[in-house]
């Protein structure tokens, strides 16, 4: 079977032309194709301007081919910058992830204010080959560089309280253009069990294809939780708050008859408008076996052991 790997020590795109220069010609790009505020592109608050820090291989793996970097950075789903999936890249290109922030809130004894470089330099970067598997029915695999959550979680010190994790994105409509309308309630907000937040697959993403996120991708922080459907991925993320109660997230508040608070994949339990038992993976042709958990059956069937999952979709 042919194990397509990424290769961290190949040389990365920003390396092949100077640093400089690419982000001089990326100003170049943007501002000529007017998309973007020419304020926001200027210094160094340039979307792009981080380092991705160093990081290991993971003991993730997948011996499944990579879905190519292209199709993961322009195939999106990303509402805050529109609802089709060319409009991530075409609208938040200039979106301003140096500076960020993130807020801890809640059930912890270390609330607080916590910067992304800062958190990047705590805590163990490596890199975990996924399968993302959207509710829509597609599905990619992506080389993700970033974090586990856990032990992030633990450093501020979660009381036992705290029984949920909420996370909530950037709201910021001058910049998110999807933002001002209301085609979901805003800011997009998710959530985990504490369980589920504290499971070794679960991680926070800093990066894909060894280079710091892209902002279609959900740069500069996002979530990625492997085997339960792409929506509860949340991108560009600025709170976390440890609650008692669940969490009212996005999706859930939309439609909660399609989209569950667990939403874990299923191959068994069909959204009421369309069937999960297959799906399309980005540049394949034949449909393929949606798998239980998304592959991931082994490693978290325990989080759910006794609970009926036809009704805790
Ligand atoms: N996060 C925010 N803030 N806004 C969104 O619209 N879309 C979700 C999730 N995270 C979304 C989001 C959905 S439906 C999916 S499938 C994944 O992001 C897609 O991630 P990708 O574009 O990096 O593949």
Redesign the pocket.
């Known amino acids: 079977m042919l194990i397509k790997r990424w290769d961290p020590s190949a040389p990365k795109p920003s390396e092949i032309t100077p640093k400089a220069l690419w982000l001089d010609r990326r100003r170049f790009l943007a501002m000529s194709a007017g998309t973007v505020a020419a304020g926001a592109l200027l210094g160094p608050s340039q979307a792009w301007a981080r380092n991705l820090p160093a990081y290991r291989e993971g003991a993730v793996t997948l011996d499944e081919d990579l879905t190519d970097r292209d199709s ?2 322009s ?7 529109g609802p089709d ?1 060319s409009d ?1 890249k075409r609208h938040a290109a200039g979106l301003v992830t140096d500076p960020w922030t993130v807020t801890i809130e809640g059930e912890c004894a270390r609330p607080g204010v916590v910067d992304v470089d800062a958190l990047m330099a705590r805590h163990d970067l490596e890199e975990r080959i996924y399968r ?5 029915a ?1 599905s ?1 695999v ?1 080389p993700w560089v970033g974090m586990e959550l856990g032990p992030v979680l633990k450093a501020f010190e979660p009381t036992a309280n705290a029984k949920w994790v909420e996370f909530t ?2 709201f910021d409509p001058e910049q998110m253009p ?1 933002q001002r309308r209301d085609v ?1 309630p805003w ?2 907000v ?1 959530a985990l069990r504490m369980d589920e937040a504290m499971h070794p697959l679960t991680m926070l993403a800093v990066g ?1 294809y060894g280079e710091v996120l892209p902002p ?3 740069a500069p922080l ?2 990625v939780v492997p085997w339960k ?9 600025v709170k976390i708050r440890f609650t008692e109660e669940m969490p009212r997230t ?2 859930n508040i939309q439609a909660p008859s399609e989209y569950g608070i667990f939403a874990n994949v299923n191959p068994r339990v069909s959204h009421p408008r369309w069937s999960q038992r297959r799906e399309r993976r980005i540049g394949e042709f034949q449909r393929r076996e949606t798998l239980m958990f998304n592959g991931y059956e082994e490693q978290v069937a325990g989080l759910y052991a006794g609970m009926d999952l036809a009704k805790w979709y």
Request: some cysteine.
């Open positions: 993961i950075t195939y999106n789903n990303f509402y805050e910058f999936k991530p993302l598997r959207c509710v829509e597609w990619m992506i994105t950037l999807g979901l800011p997009y998710e894909l279609q991708n959900g996002r979530l459907y792409g929506f509860k991925s949340i991108k560009s993320i996005t999706w």
